[in-house]
Structures are given as C-alpha cells and as structure tokens.
C-alpha cells in the first residue's frame, strides 16, 4: 500500500497514541489542521485507521527485542588526536541497537513493537517519548525503578566513523525469559521476531527454541556478543553478522572473498536459512542453502554519522521480507536506507522515509543498471 511521508508521519503519531488530537497532530508536523483531517480521511478509505479514536486496523507487525540506549556521540572539528583533548561537538539521541531498528522500521511505515528495558530516570523518559513520537508502540517496554537506562558513549573521527565507545548497558540483565512469557501471546500473533545479541543467552535460547510460526532476524551486535548464538542457529531465518563475527561465530578463517561460500555453508549447516555479511567498502554478501549474492556498496560522497548504518541496514532487511521482495531487492533496498542513514548526524535519520530509500535505490541500482 503507498502512503505519502505526510501520510506516514501521520499514521506514526497514531500508532503513538491513538487517541492524540487533530490539533496536536498539526502542532507537531508544523502543518494545519484541516491538513491533518485530510490525512486521517485518506487512512480511513484506504483502511489503515478505522472508526473513531483512530482505531488502527488489525495488520501485522513485527517485534524488535533488545537494547534501548540513550547515544552520546563526540565528533572532533579536525583530525582526531588520540590522548588529547579534542576540538568538535557533543550531541545526544536515542539508540540501541532494537530500538533503533524499531525505529527505522516505523518511518518506513511498518507497525512494530519494542520489548527492551529501560530505566525510570530522565534518559528512560527521553527514550520512551522519542520512540512513541517515531510511532514504535512502547506499550510492552520493561520500565525498571532501580536501574539507569543503557548509554552509549561514543568518539568518532572527523570521517564519521567509531573510534571508540563505551556502552553501559547493566539493564539488560532484567529482560529475562519470564518477562517475555508474560508476553507471548503477542509474540506469537507477530509476522516476525528481531532481536539483538544485546540480550542475555537465556532469551536468545527462549525466543529462538520457540515460536515456530514466526521467522526470526537476529543481529549479532558485536565479536564478542555473536558467540552467544553457537548453540542456537538453528532457529535463524536471517542472521546479519560482519564478517568478522561471522568468522569468530563459525570457528573458520578465510582470507579471499571466494571462500565466502565456504563460510556460509557453515551456517546453512546448523540451520541458518539466510545468512547476510556486512563486508564495508566491498559492500554485502548474501547466502541461503539455494544462492549466494554478493552486491556493490552504495557510495555515500560526506558520510556524517555510520553509527546508525547496520541499524537501518537491518531494518531494511526486516521491511523487504514483510513485503515478500526477492533476495538482491531486498539487499539493495537494506543499503539505501544505511546510506540514508550515515547522511544524518543522529544514529537515525528523523526524515527516513519510504520514498526517500526507494530514491536512492533506483538511482543506485534500477537506473545504474539500465545505462
């Protein structure tokens, strides 16, 4: 179904709060109200929303499970001195892996939920009302009285790129399999399942060795992180390592780009239906037990922030297989939204948008390949 950005927007602050005013509505897209009423009216005949109160129709959504970070990122004013005191500047958004794929999925118009922890202090408040704002429905967030919310503290260099970071994420400990059980009705009525290795092993082994009906994405986060999944493969739809956590995870090294098939076999072996590399400048390769793809990157000339990329990278990956896209559809429309992404100095681009990544994907790939 097309739905125009302002439509999008729309249907966001909806799934927000159904019961959120026409007024208010026009206050924060900074447009009138009567073009707010137009908005509504166009959801309604297309079936979106339903009766009063903006009742949203029964569709179907995906749940994000993870991490949920307040981000603070330092951007030096030139080249980067390490063990010095550095001329840029601090900003600070909301991140984590889950919820910034939750989020990304949201602007493109999917209907998602987050399950992740976060802290009843002023960053868990910050959280929770930009996530309700970009319209990821909050209802069944862990909000705990005694733990600080996840930080992410991060230094780029002058390109952009992570330098280093420290995450303070002791919270994730209260996500536990019992909590997710007193949602698994909702679980189980989900089109699909993503998680981040953020979570602890007990509820990778919990949502992986259950719900059967729904496919599940799984980011690997990090090296050490992805070592959680050894013994829970098998329930993998699609896994998105790098290439490093692909080959710590499988115990194999490879030194040329023709071993990746090699590698992948490795996965499909223990049940890995969809196996997705990041490999940087040499862009994506993709294997499933029937192909393997390799795709070009897309060049972004002044990339700003890459902290979001694998992020959006992901999400992109999530909203292709709800629209039942071809695999290298799929992978190309994924990388367009991270190139969409990079171009922000957030971890995510408040003006991703379906029609923006869909433009950059035929500049890149449709119209590429037809000169």
Known sequence: MFMADRESSVLALVRGDPMISQEAMAQKLGISR????????????????????????????AVVVGGANVDIHGVPTHQLIEGDSNVGTVSTSAGGVARNIAENLSRLGSNVRLLAPIGMDRHGDFLHQHS?????????????????????????????????????????????????RSHEAMLRQAELIVMDCNVSEQVLDYLLSNFPDQAKFVDTVSTRKALKLRSYLKGIHTLKPSLAEAQALAGIRI????????????????????????LGDAGVFCSTPQEHVTQEPINVANPVNTDGAGDAFVAGLAYAWL?????????????????????????????????????????????????
């Open 255 to 278: 030194s040329k780009s023709d071993e990746l098939p090699r590698l992948a076999d490795w996965f499909h072996e223990q049940g890995v239906e969809r196996l997705v590399i990041s």
């Open 34 to 61: 009567s073009a707010v009423a137009g908005y509504i009216m166009s959801l309604t005949k297309k079936g979106v929303i339903e009766g009063r109160g903006y009742v949203l129709s029964a569709s179907p959504f």
């Open 323 to 371: 629209q039942q896209w071809e695999t290298e559809h799929g992978i190309g429309f994924a990388q367009a939204a991270a190139s969409v992404t990079i171009s922000d100095t957030s971890t995510n681009n408040n003006a991703l948008s379906i029609q923006q990544v869909e433009q950059v994907y035929n500049n890149n790939y449709v119209n590429a390949t037809a000169q």
């Open 132 to 180: 309700v704002d970009a319209g990821i429905d909050m209802s069944f967030v862990l909000r705990h009285p005694n733990l600080s919310t996840s930080t992410y503290l991060s230094i780029l260099n002058e390109q952009g790129s992570m330098q280093v970071a420290i995450s303070d994420m002791a919270i994730m400990d209260s996500l536990t399999p019992a909590y997710l």
